[in-house]
C-alpha cells in the first residue's frame, strides 16, 4: 500500500540505469540525496517492494554482477578486514533479502553457515572454533575478523541453520552486550525504557531480524509482551514523533495528523507479532 507514495516515488528517481544508487555500502540511516544502494534497498523493502518489481530486479542483477566480478562497487576498499570477505557477505545478503534464486549468493550463505554451525558445534558459542573454521572456509587474506554478531550473517542465514544451532544462535544474539551491529547497539534480551522513542524503533529493528528464526520464535515472548503492553485503548500502537528516521518510518506520505503515524505504528508491530505467532 506505500509503492506508490512519495518516499517510493524519491528512491526510485534516484536509482542509477544499473540498478545501484550511489556507493554501495552504509546501512546508517540516510535523510539526504546522497543514499547508497543497501540504505535505498532496506527502505524501498520496508515500504513492500519485491523481487517482483523492476526496480528490485535491476538491483539484484547489479548485485549478482558484482558478487560474479563482472562489476565493482563504488565504494573505497576498507582496510580493517578482508575487503573481498566482506563485499561477497554484503552483497550476498542484499541479493538474499529479496530471492533464494541465485547460486552464488547460496554458496556464500552455505558457507557462513558451516562457520556458524561449527562455532555452536558444543551448544554454545566457541570463539576458536568460529575462528577455525572461519579461515578454513572463507579463507580471508588476512584483516579482521567479522563478527556474527551483525546485520549480515544473521539476515542471510535465517533458514540456514539446523534447529540446535539456530537455538544457540539466537541466544547469543539476545544476550550479547553490544546486540546487532549496523541495527541496535544494547542488549536485545533488555528491553527499552521508553516505548515512544527512536531508540525503541531500533530494537524493533532488531527484533525484526530474529523472527526471521521460526524454531526460535518462543524465546521471544518477552518481546510480544512488551508491545501488548504499550497498545494503546483503541488497540494501536503509536511510537511518537521521535521515530521519523526515513528508514522504518514513515511509511505512510504525510505525519501532520497523529491517526497516519499510529496505522504506520500499528502496521509495522502487527507483522512482528504475526511472526511471534507462530509456534
Known amino acids: 500500500m506505500h509503492k506508490n507514495g512519495k518516499w517510493a516515488k524519491q528512491l526510485l528517481e534516484w ?20 543514499i547508497t544502494t543497501e540504505q535505498a534497498l532496506r527502505r524501498l523493502e520496508r515500504l513492500g517492494y519485491t523481487i517482483e518489481d523492476e526496480c528490485i530486479q535491476k538491483a539484484v542483477q547489479y548485485m549478482s554482477d558484482c558478487l560474479a566480478g563482472k562489476k565493482a562497487i563504488p565504494d573505497r576498499a576498507e582496510k580493517c578486514h578482508d575487503w573481498t570477505v566482506f563485499t561477497s557477505l554484503m552483497l550476498s545478503t542484499g541479493i538474499g533479502r529479496f530471492t533464494k534464486d541465485n547460486d552464488a549468493a547460496n554458496k ?20 576458536d572454533k568460529y575462528i577455525m573454521a572461519y579461515k578454513s572456509v572463507l579463507r580471508p587474506n588476512g584483516g579482521k575478523i567479522l563478527g556474527i554478531e551483525n546485520y549480515y550473517p544473521l539476515s542471510l542465514l ?17 544476550n550479547f552486550s553490544k546486540g546487532i551491529y549496523y541495527v541496535y547497539d544494547s542488549t536485545i534480551s533488555a528491553l527499552p525504557q521508553e516505548f515512544h522513542s527512536k531508540n525503541a524503533s531500533r530494537y524493533l529493528g532488531a527484533v525484526e531480524l530474529l523472527v526471521r528464526y521460526m524454531r526460535a520464535n518462543y524465546k521471544l515472548k518477552f518481546v510480544a509482551d512488551w508491545m501488548n503492553d504499550n497498545r494503546g485503548k483503541n488497540g494501536k500502537w503509536d511510537m511518537g514523533k521521535a521515530v521519523n528516521d526515513k528508514l522504518y518510518f514513515p511509511l505512510s506520505d504525510d505525519w501532520r495528523k497523529a491517526a497516519t503515524r499510529e496505522e504506520d505504528c500499528t502496521e509495522r508491530i502487527e507483522k512482528i507479532l504475526h511472526y511471534l505467532s507462530y509456534p
Do not use: M, P
Open 108 to 127: 556464500v550463505a552455505e558457507n557462513w553457515a558451516k562457520v556458524v554451525t561449527a562455532a555452536f558445534e558444543d551448544g554454545s558459542y566457541n570463539y
Open 158 to 174: 535465517c533458514d540456514r541453520l539446523d534447529e540446535k544451532t539456530e537455538l544457540a544462535y539466537v541466544e547469543h544474539i539476545l
Open 15 to 34: 536509482q542509477n540505469d544499473d540498478g545501484s544508487w550511489e556507493d554501495y555500502h552504509s546501512l546508517s540511516v540516510s535523510g539526504s540525496s546522497h
